[in-house]
């Protein structure tokens, strides 16, 4: 086809030209602001391919210098002359440009300002210069395709360069024929990111992968994205918990195993899709695990949906057996040859007795690189560590000397590090600089580093085990298996040629176990074993799972649920259990949201329960920095953790919503690292959701309407967010820089700074920040942080009795020598495990003379009796939320509450002597009140708290029920799940009840004394005559315990006793002060005459006498002294306050 | 969105030479959502995937104007000189172009070769 008439070609006066001094007149400068403007009038404006003022209008300039240069240089070239050439007989050839020109090169034309209408400025320019102008944008444009077009091109041979491109037909072929297809292929052979695409490419549109890690979704999406071509389109996208791309016209989505259960919960077959990878099964997660045997039920039921597993070569037999002999396509991975050099360490006097690591074995590795190979040789060094505190024990020593040699950096990388650093592993070192990234298994496939040479692998990793009997979280260290050896010397074998160094003997990699134990087989089963009770897939015991867990772990889980009240006796989902198998939280937090739900304290609840759900945002680093500490501890509680982490989400909220307020380098200042606390604002969002949807929480209320300024106001500053989101976007991802030698011996994490600012590409957009206030209404946010901040004291109290409760049976006792001890050696017993510490970062590790009785009112009984029956009305337990054992057992996120009331309140198993001076909770805390009389009525005072307390929760729950059959319904909005009277007389009177103060001591049972607690069943059953003495229930003898069963919790008389025998036969004359009753009574006696007394006043919030109530101050717990410099003025603040006080003042 | 509609793709372009596939979402000399440029050959154009912008495109390639194969822009598969000529049409009429591309053709050590790892026809 003929070249289209153009301009380009008509006259030969834009023929190339040499530019010399004297051809122009005027002076003519390129350079110069005015004349380029004058161009970019004419030639960028907005419907042209360059914009005036955009990045591309600058990258041209940038060219036009260069192309200018190089003709420069070229002005002697010569025209070539061909003559008199012959025609040629191909009429294609027949007319090719004699004279050559590098323009005919270029396959495409710009037109002239003076083509593109009248309007145009550019008419005014010397046509020279407009030609000139002209010719390098044509150029510049054709350096844009080629550019583009090489990148694409590449991008293709890369993709049919991988091992997995010969096997793509093959995967589809069987995939068409079978319903189950298992992909074995090695790391770096490309399943995931081709095998999604191969799907794309055969027309498949409805494409699930699953992934085991959020961060995979998200990679993986834009890895898919990009290579499939639609890095800017919507076909391929992700769906994490808290953040979906995923649009109608996505065809593959990556998503969680979490994520997918749910959505078979929701729709247990599925219909939205066509076929489901499943991908990196060889890691045996719990959920991937039920996820296959959630699928090998389906899959009859769904003949037309297609399965494909994905898997490393480990143990792929197992997965093919389990789906019916699956048929499994092997993918080689692409490795090269690697050396094993194994260098055992050996056992050599330590610096220190401390157990930290000894890091001179991994310094060797890092010596024995730099003499074996010239820094020119590029290749980076990836070492394999346990843990955290192994990463640091090496990280130190390293930079060290990494700082003498100057041919290291040095980076940490592990789960617990901000996202940003973690980023940091796949920047590049400068020449003639390593990387030495020191890792934890994280690396071992869940990461994948290019340019890895070097692997170091210690053998060893920490994992998580759990001890079923004490509820006990393990880390613990173990040998690594065979696999996860291989795993980890093949990241020395992705780019070329690479060395594994082992630090142990060949002898003991041979004694490895083959495979890693399977998380189903390590960990809690509660929260599996609820999901598998409202996905109704019968009973967890015979469940075919592809590897059954542990009998004795199933049945602790289904104890503790029934514990918790999520089961019911048959095993059933109580209407409770069906809730908390909705919320993705463990199951003490979830009952605290609903429990809080009920007592009206649901934004604080939401916001603990939130913050005990995602990781400490505490940095290890700042433990140590005293400015940090000191800067936090405003922030702290002595009420304890969950306090803390409320305080600092509260004030960070407050922070955000300041104007300019720059909560980045708030959260800096005290050691606190910000990406939990987004995390924290997501969750308490979807929590707030959840209880809304069940009806727990009135739904959002309508935003106030506001006057239409303010309106508009909202919507200019939400526009400008938009905006900022997208230039972004647009920014394109970090791009990776080079690392500076200096950086790292910094610290590592300590720059973030002028990371930040780096990466924003100037403008520095705290982009976190801008998608916090997109997604969340700072405004709701701020208005429940500025409530909860003036929580008052009875709040306060309610809210750590809806965690204790919530939390219940985790509680530990102090040891009653705790008060002789140092801060630091504080010890606590929980009923199972003795001897646990405090966790560095806990609030009472600081202070625990808040958790020692104070007053000292009396010592109980005389000589035999020692120190520890101290008596007091103010003995505290610490309940926790979970108990981790590394190197010591600690107790992790405590609180302190009031022990008696509380164990009165929760236990399960309360068992008493005949007049109820001595209680046994839950078999293991020994209780002796001074007063019978007192302690009478505080028992009966709890029964029927918790009486009514249960009836309250039932009729929250009963309403939710029943709010979820009618949601369309018109319901009355207005109508309070229970009664607000009820629950504001039953919140008073449990208030009162916590607040009574009758002395006692408190005990742990030794074992001995917990074997030989009860009486045991009796021959003489002589039903004690007490009518009413525990509201209106029937006593009827205990089976075991001996005594009698009062209520499901509660046996009386039933414990031995070493005391006198008639005790309880004393009787002292009294008169009844309803009736004028005059007559010789034991204690018990006369309470049951009181509880019975026709005269008596009926609503008597019994056993409350003794308690006197906290007068109804306002002022608020969290409140500290605080001294305003600028006014000279002490106040009594909450942090908020502080912050609007400031505020004055600037 | 709107543009977005725009750039459904109306097949996918292969290169005939060395198997490049891509969806192309217009042919013609008159790229979408551009008014100043114009392509001087019929051209297989996409949008760009490699910048959010939507209106920029990328041409993928064209007909050889003596053989009539699909071939894509790519050095080792065509070229361009006021018309598109694969590589092989221009080796076999290769003094039917100046000396400066016969001496671009020389340059390139391996003239005109299929990439060494020849790809499945799959995508």
């Known amino acids: 086809m003929p070249p289209p008439r153009t301009r380009e070609h008509r006259g030969h006066w834009d023929r190339p030209r040499a530019p010399s001094g004297e051809e122009a007149p005027e002076k003519w400068d390129w350079n110069c602001p005015e004349t380029r403007s004058l161009f970019e009038d004419a030639f960028f404006q907005d419907e042209d391919y360059i914009r005036q003022g955009s990045e591309e209008c600058q990258k041209f300039w940038t060219f036009f210098e260069r192309l200018q240069r190089f003709q420069h240089l070229k002005t002697t070239r010569k025209e070539e002359k061909d003559p008199g050439q012959p025609k040629h007989s191909i009429p294609a050839l027949a007319d090719l440009p004699r004279t050559y020109d590098p323009r005919y090169r270029i396959n495409l034309s710009v037109l002239g300002p003076d083509t593109r209408g009248s309007r145009r400025p550019g008419r005014r320019l010397p046509p020279e210069r407009v030609s000139e102008f002209r010719r390098a944008l044509l150029h510049y444009l054709d350096f844009g395709q080629k550019q583009a077009f090489g990148r694409l091109a590449k991008l293709q041979r890369e993709r049919a360069a991988l091992p997995i491109a010969q096997y793509g037909q093959r995967i589809l072929k069987t995939l068409k024929e079978h319903q189950v297809v298992v992909v074995a292929g090695d790391t770096g052979c490309g399943k995931s990111t081709q095998v999604p695409q191969y799907l794309l490419a055969a027309g498949f549109s409805h494409v699930a992968c699953t992934q085991p890690r959020r961060i995979a979704c998200i990679s993986l999406a834009k890895r898919v994205g990009f290579e499939s071509l639609s890095q800017y389109g919507s076909q391929v996208g992700y769906q994490i918990r808290f953040e979906s791309t995923r649009s109608a016209a996505t065809k593959v989505v990556f998503l969680t195993v979490g994520l997918l259960l749910r959505q078979i919960q929701r729709e247990p077959s599925l219909p939205q899709y066509q076929v489901l990878i499943v991908d990196e099964v060889h890691e045996r997660h719990l959920h991937n695990d039920f996820l296959l045997g959630v699928l090998r039920r389906l899959l009859p039921q769904r003949p037309d949906l297609k399965v494909i597993l994905m898997s490393a070569t480990i143990n792929i037999s197992l997965f093919s057996s389990y789906f019916d002999n699956a048929p499994v396509v092997q993918v080689p991975g692409r490795l090269f040859p690697i050396t094993v050099v194994y260098q055992p360490v050996e056992a050599e006097p330590t610096v220190s007795k401390s157990e930290k690591l000894d890091p001179r074995p991994f310094l060797r590795v890092l010596q024995a690189i730099d003499n074996k190979y010239p820094p020119e040789e590029r290749g980076d060094l990836l070492v394999f560590l346990s843990g955290m505190a192994e990463i640091s024990a090496v990280l130190e020593a390293a930079q060290t000397y990494a700082s003498h040699t100057q041919r290291w950096v040095v980076l940490p990388l592990h789960s617990a590090l901000s996202v940003a650093d973690q980023d940091k592993v796949f920047d590049v070192a400068p020449p003639g600089v390593r990387k030495c990234i020191l890792s934890t298994n994280i690396a071992e496939t869940s990461v994948t580093i290019d340019g890895i040479r070097f692997v170091v692998d210690s053998g060893k990793v920490k994992e998580m085990s759990y001890d079923p009997q004490a509820k006990l979280q393990r880390l613990q260290e173990f040998w690594i298996s065979q696999a996860s050896a291989e795993q980890r010397k093949g990241r020395a074998g992705r780019t070329g040629p690479g060395v594994c160094f082992r630090l142990y003997a060949e002898s003991d990699y041979d004694a490895f176990a083959p495979y890693a134990v399977p998380e189903i087989r390590r960990v809690a089963l509660d929260t599996l074993v609820l999901q598998m009770k409202s996905m109704s897939v019968g009973d967890p015991r015979t469940f075919p799972f592809i590897e059954p867990p542990p009998p004795a772990s199933l049945e602790t889980a289904i104890r503790y649920l029934r514990d918790q009240g999520a089961l019911d006796s048959s095993e059933a989902l109580t209407p409770i259990g069906s809730l908390l198998a909705q919320l993705p939280v463990d199951v003490v937090i979830g009952k605290m949201l609903i429990l809080g739900s009920m007592f009206h304290l649901a934004e604080p609840v939401l916001t603990i329960a939130a913050a005990l759900s995602v990781q400490s945002p505490f940095t290890r680093s700042a433990q140590s920095n005293l400015e940090c500490a000191a800067a936090r501890r405003p922030l702290e509680s002595d009420q304890g953790d969950p306090f803390t982490l409320f305080n600092v989400f509260n004030t960070w909220v407050q922070v955000k919503s300041e104007r300019g307020g720059n909560s980045r380098k708030w959260c800096r200042r005290r050691g606190i690292e910000e990406h939990r606390l987004y995390e924290m604002a997501n969750l308490r969002r979807q929590f707030k959701e959840l209880l809304e949807d069940h009806g727990l929480l009135a739904g959002a209320q309508a935003l106030k309407p506001g006057d239409s300024y303010s309106r508009l106001q909202q919507r200019r500053e939400r526009r400008a967010l938009h905006q900022l989101k997208r230039q972004h976007e647009e920014g394109g991802a970090r791009r990776r820089k080079v690392l500076r030698l200096q950086e790292e011996q910094e610290g590592g994490s300590s720059d973030e700074d002028r990371g930040t600012a780096a990466r924003g590409a100037g403008n520095n957009v705290d982009i976190q920040d801008v998608k916090f206030k997109l997604r969340h209404n700072l405004e709701q946010l701020q208005a429940a942080a500025s409530s909860a901040q003036a929580l008052t004291r009875d709040q306060l109290a309610l809210l750590k009795l809806v965690l204790g409760r919530g939390l219940y049976p985790q509680l530990a006792v102090p040891d009653p020598f705790n008060g002789g001890r140092k801060d630091s050696d504080q010890i606590f017993h929980t009923q199972a495990k003795q001897g646990t510490v405090l966790h560095p970062t806990c609030v009472f590790a600081s202070s625990p003379e808040v958790l020692h009785p104070k007053e000292p009112e009396a010592r109980a009984g005389e000589g035999s009796r020692d120190d520890r029956d101290r008596m007091s009305s103010r003995h505290q337990l610490l309940t926790f939320v979970s108990l981790l054992e590394t190197n010591k057992p600690y107790l992790v996120n405590c609180v302190r509450i009031p022990a008696l009331q509380s164990l009165l309140l929760f236990s399960r198993a309360l068992d008493t002597n005949g007049d109820c001076s001595r209680l046994v909770a839950d078999g293991w805390l020994e209780l002796q009140l001074a007063d019978t009389e007192g302690a009478v009525r505080l028992l009966a005072a709890s029964l029927r708290l918790r009486a009514r307390w249960e009836s309250a929760l039932d009729q929250q729950l009963a309403h939710q029920a029943r709010g979820r059959g009618q949601r369309e319904e018109e319901e009355d909005e207005e109508e309070a799940p229970v009664n607000r009277q009820e629950v504001a007389a039953l919140s008073r009177e449990l208030l009162q009840f916590m607040a009574s103060k009758v002395p006692y001591s408190l005990r742990r049972l030794t074992g001995l004394e917990a074997q030989n607690l009860y009486v045991g069943p009796q021959t003489i059953t002589t039903a004690p005559s007490l009518p009413g003495l525990f509201g209106s229930s029937a006593l009827s003898p205990h089976p075991t315990k001996g005594g009698y069963a009062v209520t499901d919790f509660l046996t009386y008389n039933c414990l031995t006793s070493d005391t006198d025998l008639y005790s309880d036969c004393l009787r002292t004359f009294w008169t009844c002060p309803h009736c004028g009753l005059h007559m010789p009574l034991t204690p018990l006696e006369r309470i049951a005459h009181e509880n019975s007394c026709p005269d008596a006043p009926r609503d008597d919030p019994a056993g409350a006498e003794e308690a006197t109530p906290e007068p109804q101050q306002k002022t608020s717990a969290l409140q500290r002294p605080y001294r305003c410099e600028a006014c000279q003025k002490d106040f009594l603040f909450t942090p908020t306050e502080v912050l609007r006080h400031r505020r004055q003042h600037v | ?123």
């Open chain 2, 1 to 123: 969105m709107a543009h977005e509609a725009e750039h459904q793709p109306l097949g996918v372009f292969e290169c005939q030479l060395c198997s490049l596939t891509a969806p192309y979402s217009y042919v013609g000399q008159k790229p979408p959502n551009t008014q100043s440029i114009i392509l001087l050959e019929e051209s297989f154009v996409t949008k760009d995937p490699f910048t959010p912008d939507k209106d920029r495109f990328l041409v993928l390639g064209s007909r050889c104007s003596v053989c009539s194969r699909l071939v894509c822009v790519g050095p080792e598969c065509s070229l361009f000189y006021s018309k598109r000529f694969c590589l092989p049409c221009v080796q076999e009429n290769v003094h039917a172009f100046p000396q400066e591309i016969r001496h671009d053709l020389e340059k390139r050590k391996v003239p005109w070769k299929r990439p060494a790892s020849q790809p499945s026809t799959q995508a």
